[in-house]
C-alpha cells in the first residue's frame, strides 16, 4: 500500500516566522507532528512518502504514485486544504482528511469523502483495516479521549529534519481550564492526559540520534496541567540530559499559575527550557472574569511574568481585544502592560469565536454570529456582532499591533526583557545558522531597513552592560523583523 501523507501551505501570519526563515537558512519553523505521528501508526510494510507544503512543492507524480492521500491541517489552512482535495479529485485519487481543521469544520468541505475526526489512536487499526479492504467509510469518529501512553514515536525518517527551525514533541493532552474562547477541552477534553517519562525520551532520544541538537517544541495544551506528571518527566528530562550529553533547548506553553509553583520553574530550566507562552489575554479583570479565565484573575500578572523571568525563562505572552466588556481604552492598557513587562514576543489577537466553543454557542444563542473563523486571529476581522463599535476595533487593533513592533518600542520592550530574566540552566549552542543569522541582520537591521538606529542601540547596550544575554537580544530583534512585517500588512 501507497500512502502520500499532505500536509497544507501556511498563510502568512504572526506564528509561520516566514519573514525570519531567510535569516536561518530554514524553510518551515515547524514539521507536521499530526502526520508523522498517525504515520506512525500505520503498517511497517506500507510505502509512506511525506509533503509539506511550506517545504516542497505537491507534484502530480506523488498524487500519481498513491493509493491513498492522508491530508491534516488547522483552521488556519481551510484555503490551502480545499486547493489539495480539488487537485486529489482530479487525479482520481482516494483523500482521507483529520485533524483539528475537519474535527470541527468537516462539513466544509463536500469536494472530500472520508473523514477521520477527534484524536486517532483508537480508530486508525479500523482505518487501516477498510483501507486493505478498499471499502473506507465516511466517517470515522473518536469517541472518548485515548490513552496516549500507547501513541507511537513520529516517523521523523519522512522529513528533512534541517528543513525545520524547531521539532515538536507531545507530553500530554488536554486542559483543566475551561477558557469560553478556546476550542482545546473541545478537541482534547479536560482531564490532562500525558505520555510516560520514558515514551518521552525515546522521542527525544531518535531525534538525537537523527542528528537533532536545537530547540524542540514541546506542544502541550498546557504543560502543567497535571503538575505531578510534569514533574515526573522534568527530573526524567534532567537525568537524560546529563546522561547523553544533549543539547537540545525547550519551549512550551503553560498556564500563568506557573509562576507559583518555584520548583517547577527550577526543574524546567535545569532541563533546558528557555521559553514558555502564557495565555495572559488581558490587563482587565472584568475581560477575565467574562471569559472564565479564573487562573488569570485576582493575581498579580505583572508579577508572574517577572517570576518567570527572574527564572530564567522568555515569556511569551498571548492576548486579546474584543471581549463585550472591553473599555475603550483598552488598546493602550494591553501596550502598558507588554511594554511594561517585557513580553517582547506579544501576539495580540482579536477575539475569535471558534466552532463548537463556549464562546461560539453563546454568541450562536444571542444571535451574534457574523461567519465562520479564518483560524487567523491577527486577520484584523471579526466574525460576530461587538459591544464596541467594530470599525474603532479593528482601527485601534491595527494601530496597538503597528505601536507595539515599530522599531523604538520594541527594541525598548527588548531592554526591559532584559534587565529582569537571569539567564539559568545549560547554555544552548551557538550553531552555524546561528551565526549566520547574526551577521545577516547585521546587515539587513543594520544597514537597510528602517529601525537600524535602534538596532544599533540595542546592540551595543546590551554587549556593553549584559553581554551574557546578547545570543537572546539578536534572536528577538531578528525575531522582530517578522512581527513587524506581519503588523504592517495588517
Known sequence: MKVLLVYPRNPDTFWSFRHVLKFVSKKSAFPPLGLLTVAAMLPRDWQLKLVDLNVADLGDDDLRWADYVFLSGMIVHKRSAHEIAARCVDQGRTLVAGGPLFTTGHQDFPEIRHFVLGEAEDVIGQVVTDMARGALQAVYRAQGWPDIRRTPVPRWDLI?????????????????????????????????????????????????????????????????????RTRELLDALIQWRRRVGSQMGFFTEASVDLADHEDLCTRMVEAGFKKVFLGIETPSTSGLEECGKTQNSKRDLAGAVRTLQRAGLEVMGGFIIGFDSDPPDIFARQFDFIQRTGVVTAMVGLLTALPQTVLYQRLAGEGRLLAETCGNNTDAAVNFVTRLDREFIVAGYKELMRKLYAPSQYYCRIRAFLRAFEPQGPAMRLSRADLKAFLKSLWLLGVWHHGRRGYWGMFWWTLLSRPRKLQVAMELSILGHHFRRIANTL
Open 160 to 228: 528533512r529534519l534541517a528543513d525545520y527551525v524547531s521539532m515538536p514533541v507531545q507530553f500530554s493532552r488536554g486542559c483543566p481550564f475551561n477558557c469560553e474562547f478556546c476550542d482545546i477541552v473541545v478537541m482534547n477534553g479536560r482531564v490532562p492526559r500525558t505520555k510516560t517519562p520514558a515514551q518521552v525520551l525515546g522521542e527525544l532520544e531518535a531525534l538525537r540520534l537523527a542528528g537533532w541538537r536545537d530547540m524542540v517544541f514541546i506542544v502541550d495544551d498546557n504543560f502543567i496541567g497535571n503538575r505531578r
